[in-house]
């Protein structure tokens, strides 16, 4: 497969290979397709996913996560090693990402929310997407009541938008500061009111507001979870490792101790019962350092996990804690950039 800029790129590769002495570093993907709106940054389209494997194989020894944590237990760091990661579970981690990791020979490791599994609705955020992003007709009001409060909104000319808005503002996404519309407005203030609540609660929330835009709850395919059939399929060849994350991909710091128990032990013994083997890897969900707590690491302790990734950037050293690993998240970048960018969190 031919990357353009491939001269550019042969240097970028070389410079990268000279930092990578004695450290390791692990990659967080979520998803590998293509769809209309990618507001959380979630997607890397196939053929730039091809071209960050191609690059990979350039830099040193992509392994497995396992491999690498036992490589931490003996203390030599794991050296030169890359270990490749995906959260979620969609199913396009079977379709698209599983087909490029064969070609190049690069083990992985997918962290699956449980509930999703089989499931015909989406995940919550992106249910959120199709209710306010996409083109139709929302009705003028809305009223939310969380926690006792009650949220209202009106929409005023918002409660229309069209396909041409649409193409307009496809490419937003939350990390930009601004928002083009109401509607975007909108869909920012969902994400952070919903994201800390319990799981029951948000999930009937974000059902009252399918019925409220008259949408189905019914998910589209194209942003389906895996089935647990497909589940072992993505593990079968042995090139793919599966991991826990989390029974509803829940904010664990907003949970009681119990409540972080049974969804990190009863994820694990779901997994185990589908795939007939015992899981040993966790991620915690969203996981920057607010999202879980010290009560959450010994819970993950506790149920038998081996190690556990985190989402906060580092590289990973021989004294890296194994239940607290740093990953960089990796975003739908071409190959030029995305050496670029492992230069650059090596360099740090």
Known sequence: MKIRGIG??????????????????ILLYHRVTEVA???????????????????????????????????LRRGNGGR??????????????????????????????????????????????????????????LPETLRLTINGKTLECELGQATYYGEDAFRCHRAWNVSQKYNPTLRHQLYRSLIEILQPLPTGERRTLVDDLLKWAGISATGRSTHRGLSPEELIQL??????????????????SALSVAAQMDEISQSKAHLERILGHPITDFAYPYGKRSDYTEATVAAVRAAGFQCACSNFGGIVHSNTERWQLPRFVV?????????ARLGSWLND
């Open 8 to 25: 550019r790129l042969r240097r970028v590769v070389r410079n990268v290979k000279n930092l990578f002495a004695s450290r390791a570093i």
């Open 37 to 71: 709106s990618d507001p959380q940054l979630l997607c890397v389209s196939p053929a730039r996913f091809a071209q960050h494997l191609a690059v990979l194989q350039k830099f040193g020894r992509p392994t497995r996560l396992s491999l690498l944590d036992e490589a």
């Open 80 to 137: 030169s090693a890359i270990v490749v990661t995906f959260d979620d579970g969609y199913a396009d981690n079977l379709c698209n990402a599983k087909p490029l990791l064969r070609r190049h020979e690069i083990p992985a490791t997918v962290f699956m929310t449980t509930d999703i599994l089989g499931s015909p609705k989406e995940f919550w955020q992106d249910d959120l997407e199709r209710i306010c992003l996409h083109p139709g007709v």
């Open 235 to 252: 593990e079968e060849g042995g090139l793919i490792d599966i991991g826990s994350h989390t029974v509803s991909h829940p904010t664990l």
């Open 331 to 339: 975003r739908d970048w071409d190959g030029e950039e995305f050496a």
